[in-house]
């Protein structure tokens, strides 16, 4: 899979995920907006339905069987000062309004509110026009002696119920809204993090691929170019050829082989099989192995004697992360004529420290010692990936490689700490 296919992976996810959010988070705010209409409807009927008794007290029978007395005391219903509640109004049989908001109601919806309550039952609700208008109504009677004398009728429009239910549904809409958005984002940040093992293994085996091209162009076309030369050449002998072909091989061989175990470590740095291991003696061990190549290059390899210590780990990959620095530290300390390796436990560390008496890491390179392919200005051999090696093994065994600040002392001096078992 490429990085390309990871991008597309994650966009489709994401808007999978964002059609999901959108039809539930759609379905709930409709589901909101609908209570909400309910709640606000039964608020405006318990509104007209509580106004509509409350002013009862305020408009009574009086005198005649046929007279209606209306208390119009400022503190009244149907005083200037009336009290709060839904417009409110007084009407007789005949629909003529006897008290009220001028214009509260048209006869013929006056009419129909009397007729709501003429068997003297109440308060009663409807939903009626008045004036071209939708209103929500609610009439109580006044009874009399001879029957019902008229009926208090409370009115309020649909429209500011309506009005009050599409400003609640725009805001549960932007909410709705802005809560999807989020959770979009979310999505695209959390597929992000789900896809990053896959996205970082497509880089490691891009970057494989890219370095595999790059280093192994150089041998390739030595060898072809060699061999060229001997099979134009007949007769002549092949010995040099050979050996070039020989070397480039090698060389081929050993880059192969360090990018080969660099690709494992990147896979299954997490997935080590660890085992307790004497690190002091896996070091002398080590030492043994390289006294030879050491003597061919003129260097003196030096075994500290150093404490016992414990630690959990892959007892062939550290023997190759020391092994690293021990060839880094024999081909470019060779000048220096001595290299010192020793082990040492500092608290809960294990210190491995392998130091020649070369020329050095120039300060410009310190930063980049570590990179892939990285090799000193001025010399040769090597793939370049001893060091990243050896610094990918200590951090999968929760360790580090450090690479110590220059002293007066020539050389360089590397440590791998590693925790004690």
């Known amino acids: 899979m490429k990085a390309s296919e990871l991008g597309r992976s994650r966009r489709r996810l994401t808007a999978s995920y964002a059609a999901v959010?959108?039809?539930?988070?759609?379905?709930?705010?409709?589901?909101?907006?609908?209570?909400?209409?309910?709640?606000?409807?039964?608020?405006?009927?318990?509104l007209v339905e509580s106004t509509a008794l409350l002013a009862s007290g305020?408009?009574?029978p009086q005198g005649s069987p046929s007279h209606i007395e209306i208390d119009r005391r400022p503190a009244g219903y149907f005083g200037a000062d009336r009290r709060p509640g839904?417009?409110?109004?007084?009407?007789?049989?005949?629909?003529?309004?006897?008290?009220?908001?001028?214009?509260?109601?048209?006869?013929?919806?006056?009419?129909?509110?009397?007729a709501l309550i003429r068997n003297g039952l109440g308060p009663r609700l409807t939903t009626t026009e008045s004036d071209g208008r939708q209103v929500r109504l609610a009439a109580n009677p006044i009874p009399g002696t001879q029957g019902v004398l008229g009926a208090i009728v409370a009115v309020q429009p649909l429209a500011v119920a309506r009005a009050q239910i599409n400003d609640t549904a725009l805001r549960i809409g932007a909410g709705a809204l802005g809560l999807w958005l989020l959770m979009v984002a979310a999505s695209w940040?959390?597929?992000?993090?789900?896809?990053?093992?896959?996205?970082?293994?497509?880089?490691?085996e891009e970057a494989f691929l890219a370095d595999a091209a790059h280093e192994l162009r150089t041998p390739v076309a030595v060898i072809r170019a060699r061999a060229e030369q001997a099979l134009r050449t007949p007769g002549a002998p092949a010995?040099?050829?050979?050996?070039?072909?020989?070397?480039?091989?090698?060389?081929?061989?050993?880059?192969?082989?360090d990018m080969l175990d660099l690709a494992r470590l990147d896979a299954r740095r997490d997935r080590l099989e660890r085992e307790p291991?004497?690190?002091?003696?896996?070091?002398?061990?080590?030492?043994?192995?390289?006294?030879?190549?050491?003597?061919?290059?003129?260097?003196?390899?030096?075994?500290?004697?150093?404490?016992e210590a414990v630690v959990l780990g892959d007892e062939r990959l550290l023997a190759r992360s020391?092994?690293?620095?021990?060839?880094?530290?024999?081909?470019?300390?060779?000048?220096?004529?001595?290299?010192?390796?020793?082990?040492?436990?500092?608290?809960?560390?294990?210190?491995?420290?392998?130091?020649d008496r070369g020329p050095g890491v120039p300060p410009a390179q310190r930063a980049a010692?570590?990179?892939?392919?990285?090799?000193?200005?001025?010399?040769?051999?090597?793939?370049?990936l001893g060091l990243s090696i050896s610094r990918l093994v200590a951090e999968a065994h929760d360790g580090r490689l450090e690479l110590l600040p220059s002293a007066d002392e020539p050389g360089a001096a590397f440590v791998l700490r590693l925790p004690l078992a």
């Open 86 to 114: 839904a417009p409110v109004g007084v009407v007789d049989p005949a629909g003529r309004l006897l008290a009220g908001p001028p214009g509260l109601l048209d006869p013929q919806t006056s009419r129909r509110a009397f």
């Open 277 to 307: 291991l004497r690190l002091d003696l896996l070091l002398e061990q080590v030492v043994a192995e390289h006294e030879e190549a050491a003597r061919g290059a003129g260097v003196e390899l030096r075994l500290a004697s150093g404490s």
């Open 21 to 46: 959010a959108l039809v539930v988070l759609a379905v709930l705010a409709v589901v909101a907006i609908l209570q909400a209409g309910d709640r606000r409807h039964q608020q405006q009927d318990r």
């Open 369 to 384: 010692i570590f990179d892939r392919f990285h090799r000193a200005t001025g010399t040769g051999g090597g793939s370049g």
């Open 189 to 204: 940040f959390l597929t992000g993090r789900a896809l990053r093992p896959a996205a970082a293994t497509v880089r490691r």
């Open 58 to 60: 305020y408009a009574y």
């Open 322 to 355: 020391i092994a690293n620095l021990v060839e880094n530290a024999i081909r470019y300390g060779a000048d220096g004529g001595a290299v010192d390796v020793g082990v040492t436990v500092d608290q809960s560390e294990a210190l491995v420290e392998v130091r």
């Open 239 to 257: 010995g040099e050829a050979l050996e070039a072909i020989g070397r480039a091989a090698q060389r081929a061989s050993n880059t192969i082989a």
